[in-house]
């Protein structure tokens, strides 16, 4: 029973913080109001924030009825239920105010955000304020326990493995052992057998795959745009990114998503799909970061719900730091490599064999073997480079040093990346099993191996 002022005449069954594990959001809300005549309105509310040990925040978007609800009757119900245990609790509350701006408000938006971003709603479903409400009363509705799925880490079994993890990366010279170490240790030794390494390109809008473990495709060169998704809102906001019910999230999101498809033919811009575990629940991405700058992101997925917990989150951030670190500590390295040009002697074309249709688009360096995309950007017009040194001049030995003044790459003057793209062409070639490869031959020095005739044809624009 309550009183007059809003207020209960028995003591609560639970205070805010004993729930505090609900409102993660992971199953959206309920929100019911009514008019001072009593006619209700029930509807879900995507994000609750607590705020402090009295008070909680509503994400407001589409709560006009609400409003006008409030402004006549401020007390309303609210269930929550908790995403792992499905605990159910219903929160007596009473409308406070209204804010627009501010910490609370940051946070609720960037919650928010995050679900938009998963079904391409960012123009639509974004937040128009944060409504704060004051709780009187928390009644539990059904109550199991807490539950601990299988597969976590605890926090010393965690620290064990993150040890040497980091002294593997540790000891790495170069970037391409780099990126195996990391995934490959993520697996073995902290229980992530799904990740993924992205870094920024040079825009610094647009990440890259540069390394898989656990998927069907590695999905090399794939892109996320940044602020796309948990990935690209952990590249965006320089935040770790959680989600332990992706598809509860996606399917809310998606209840008022107007989403179209385009397709089209073979041109320009053919897209890698990302790598992603069909039906995941859980994914943590932690951006990677050194000396203020965003480097890349790296990203793990798990089919189980709630399966990254704080210890997860702290564990994969160490690894971000110590792995952006040492990027950046080898690309100096490679820069500071002055290395002479090499030229290999005149070598006669392959002719035996089957022949290698190369197709290149100039417009975005989009490059097709066979008529089967390979990749784009950077990439692209480095193999395009490289293959038409080998087959004008019989070229097989390069520098990083010659190859990053080619003006045809289109590098930028600062932050170029290129080691990155070198890698990454590197391993799409080897994923592709492509009769071309790349083979590192010393400190700033490759060789390009070409196994199979080729048959160069370059695409002026989308329309050749």
Known sequence: MTTPEGGSSAAPERALRDIAHTLAGYVPSVLATSSAAGVPNVTYVSKVLMVDEQRVALSNQFLSKTARNLAENPQVSLLVVDGESHDEYRLTLVYERTERRGPVFDQLATDVDLIASMVGMEDVFRLQAADIYRCTNIEVIRELGPIDPPGRLDSVAAGRGLGELCARISRCRDLDAL????????????????????????????LFTIA????????????????DGVVGMAAAQCAAMRVGNLRQMVKYGSSVRRSFEEAGGIGPGREIPVPSLFEAESRLAVPAMALGQL??????????????????????????????????????????????????????????????????????????????????????????????????EGRIEFTNREVRLDPSLDLPDFRDNFESRLILLKRRLDERGAPIRIAKTGRGRFRLDVGAALRLEAMGSPED
């Not at 997860?312 to 002055?338: G, N, P, Y």
């Not at 290999?344 to 975005?364: C, I, L, Q």
């Open 295 to 392: 480097v890349g992101v790296l990203t793990v997925e798990d089919g189980r719900k709630h399966r990254y917990t704080e210890v997860d989150e702290s564990a994969l951030q160490v690894v971000a730091s110590l792995l952006a670190s040492t990027i950046e500590a080898i690309r100096a390295e490679e820069r500071a490599v002055e290395a002479a040009s090499v030229r290999s002697p005149a070598a006669p074309p392959t002719t035996e064999g089957p022949t290698t249709h190369v197709r290149f688009f100039a417009v975005d360096g989009s490059t097709f073997l066979d008529g089967d995309y390979l990749i784009k950007g950077v990439a692209g017009r480095l193999l395009w480079s490289l293959l038409r040194q080998n087959q004008d």
């Open 212 to 227: 898989s473990r656990g998927y069907e495709t590695e999905g090399i060169g794939s892109e996320v745009s940044v602020g």
């Open 179 to 206: 990126v195996r170490v990391t995934v490959d240790g993520l697996a073995e030794l902290l229980g992530h057998d799904h990740s993924m390494l992205l870094l920024a390109d040079e825009t610094g809008r647009t």
